[in-house]
Structure formats: C-alpha cells, structure tokens
C-alpha cells in the first residue's frame, strides 16, 4: 500500500515562508518521481513543481518559480517544498503526488497524499 503524508502547512503572512514535507511510504522511493500540486477553493489542481527519481531534475511552474524549492531526502523517503515570499494567492491546498516519471499533468499520476493546507495573509 503506497502512501503520502503531507505536513507542515498552516498559517503564515505575506512574504513569509513555509516548508512542506511528503513522506513516501510502501514503494522503492528511489524509483519514482515526486510533485507539488495544490488546490484552491473553486480552482483547478495546479502543477507546483516536482523532481525526479534522482533529484538531479526539478521543473517549476512558472508562477511560483523563483520562490520555491524542492528537494528530496532519499534516506528519509521524503521530499520538501520550500516555499518563500509567499503571497495571499498561494492560498491553497497542496498535495504531493509520485509516479514513474516527472510530468506537470494531475492524471499522470496515480498516488497522492491527503493535502496539507497553507493559508497565506495580506
């Protein structure tokens, strides 16, 4: 059984930042790649970024790129989000998501955690 916990969310102001965590649980982690999405209210799932099996590529999406990080941490199965001048829009739900291969697209991917919410104030 394949699992992702999600943590480290929560409250922060404007320009403040967070880091996210994503354990993986019930597979090889060094097998498969992991990704950020997260989810506003009334909004489509978005593509945060993500990185490869190997860590050595990591893709962002454009309107976060810049302030963000990803790494991972194979010895602990665990990927992070940092997440930096963070912004009232950045309101959302994240998720981490793992499948085979690193892509921007929701249904590629076949397991996600239960999301995490990270509320951001002006």
């Known amino acids: 059984q394949v699992q992702l916990v999600e943590s480290g969310g929560g409250l922060v102001q404007a320009g403040g930042s967070l880091k996210l965590s994503c354990v993986v649980s019930?597979?090889?982690?060094?097998?498969?790649?992991v990704a950020w999405f997260r989810q506003a209210p009334g909004k489509k799932r978005e593509f945060v970024g993500g990185?490869?099996?190997?860590?050595?590529?990591?893709r962002y999406a454009g309107s976060v790129e810049g302030r963000v990080t990803i790494s991972r941490d194979n010895a602990k199965s665990t990927v992070y989000l940092q997440m930096s001048s963070l912004k009232p829009e950045d309101t959302a739900v994240y998720y981490c998501?793992?499948?085979?291969?690193?892509?921007?697209?929701?249904?590629?991917?076949?397991?996600w955690g239960q999301g995490t919410q990270v509320t951001v104030s002006s």
């Open positions: 990185i490869n099996w190997s860590g050595d590529t990591t």
């Open positions: 998501a793992s499948d085979g291969v690193l892509s921007e697209w929701a249904f590629e991917y076949d397991y």
């Open positions: 019930g597979r090889s982690f060094l097998s498969y790649a």
